[in-house]
């Protein structure tokens, strides 16, 4: 199916609310001020609504858009008193972005390793492939794309086992013979990931692996003809208005498909946007209704019990009560938060290297940083929206 032709609006303010006759008391006045005063809540019901940034960000007080400005600031002091690793926050509310930070050095122009928020950018671009017809299906084996023997079982691992983590591939993500050979760019990746043995049948078995992302950009290059660095700026990153990026490669030039993507923070914002849009931009359907559900859904019967848990290239997140939020999630800290019932984005980048760009964090300190993260996010930015 064709996506849809057509145009966005620009920003524009929802109606003004109304405003029962008659003069209220003083006290009501007085009691209403000091409400507001106190929980930094606007003194009106009226909101702006940005629309999406067709030409450029809109910046908005926090309480322009219905956010407790006094608590997004608690929020902005918390990371520079305790969290010396953060280096940008965005809150975006409305299309508006209500709050933004960077710290240590960073500013709006920094392009950040998002590392496997990579992943998030990969299968959305399978989707994509899928809708244009490039790409069958899911259920399309990975030995219709890549060189495989067709006596080789792993022939058989489907793309939706990639995109589920679920290949069966025995690919061990802390181990440096697997991730650190990969980020070493020297090497045949996709004849080493499929020169793996086992671990399980495709389907059985989930294993968080930058390896099952990897061989999903292989396919994407044998299927659409030109790199997945070169599809994701046609059909992604320019639609989005992303006019900078850089994605590193493998030795056979095959852009890594679960990391070493750089992107702006304000443009991970803009992916999140489309996310909270349902895959639409600008009146465009970039990406399917029902891909976007298919990538968010997660696998777990019963996921309200994790913080975080596992879809399909993206993370199902629950913090608190509050509503579920969608996730593409990233090493040290590189996260953008999709909320739709409070129509809300946020994106933090982190410190990832002790030295960069190839000596990383150790795995405690990174597991210590996204908690830190997880809970500023539960104890400030999400209660700024009630």
Known sequence: MRPLAGRGHGPSKQGSSSIARGRPSRWVVLIFGLFCLFTGRPATAQEVDCGQPLDGWITVAPEEVGLNHALLATAGDRVSESMPFLRSLIVVRHGCIAYEGYFGGADEATPFNVFSVTKSVTGTLIGIAIEEGLIDSVYDPIGDYLPIDAGDRRAQITLGNLLKMLSGIDWDESNARDILGM???ERDEVATILGLPLAGRPGTIWNYS???????????????????????????????????????TDAQGIPFGGTQLYLRARDMARFGLLYLHDGQWDGVQIVPPRWIDLLTTPQLADPSVYEMSYAAHWWHVLLGEFPPMHAASGYGGQLIFVAPDLDMVIVTTANGYVEPPDRYISGAQEAAQREAILHLVRTAILPASQ
């Open 183 to 185: 980020l070493q760019g």
């Open 210 to 248: 930058t390896a099952d992302s990897h061989l999903l950009s292989a396919v994407l290059t044998a299927a659409t003809g030109v790199s997945t660095d070169e599809y994701a700026h046609s059909r992604l990153f320019e639609p989005l208005g992303i006019d900078e990026s850089e994605w590193q």
